[in-house]
């Protein structure tokens, strides 16, 4: 796959996390929305604060995504396909973005976020693939595309 078609990919699979078919839970105003299609996919998550939202979207076989936040006005977003992909997300701050899309099988990725105004986004495409980031304080911007 080439770099060109895994952006294109990427950015397709952003859109489709950010809409379609999604189950919503809303409590205290924070927001997860989760869609899991295939088999033996697995998602848990944790919301304390305030305008905090997560949207999770699986298919294929056998990925797990963990997400957590405390806070205000975070935002998680995880789409993952294929098999045995595994997406870990924590923020605690406030205005954090993070956004993971893996693609292939036996993916991992864990985004970690303290602070404020800090964004990071993963892509990962292929197969075999580990990402991991560390974000303290604030403005930070992390970005990992691989394939």
């Known amino acids: 796959m080439t770099f060109t078609n895994t952006i294109k ?7 489709i996390v950010a809409g379609a078919g999604v189950t919503a839970a809303e409590a205290g105003s924070n927001r997860v929305s ?3 299609g295939g088999h033996a996919n697995a998602v848990g998550t944790a919301q304390s604060g305030w305008q905090n939202r997560m949207t999770v979207i699986q298919r294929g076989v056998g990925n ?3 997400l957590s936040q405390d806070g205000r006005r975070n935002v998680s977003v995880v789409g ?3 098999r045995n992909n595994s997406a870990a997300s924590s923020q605690r701050g ?7 899309a893996q693609f292939g099988r036996n993916n991992n990725a864990e985004t970690h976020q303290r602070g404020r105004n800090n964004a990071v986004g993963v892509i990962q495409a292929g197969n075999g693939n580990d990402a991991e980031t560390h974000q303290r304080g604030s403005g930070n911007v992390a970005v990992i595309v691989q394939d």
Not at 9 to 15: E, N
């Open 9 to 15: 990919t990427a950015a397709l699979s952003f859109l």
């Open 34 to 36: 989760i869609s899991q």
């Open 64 to 66: 797990t995504s963990i």
């Open 80 to 82: 993952q396909r294929g």
């Open 94 to 100: 406030r205005n954090n973005i993070s956004g993971t």
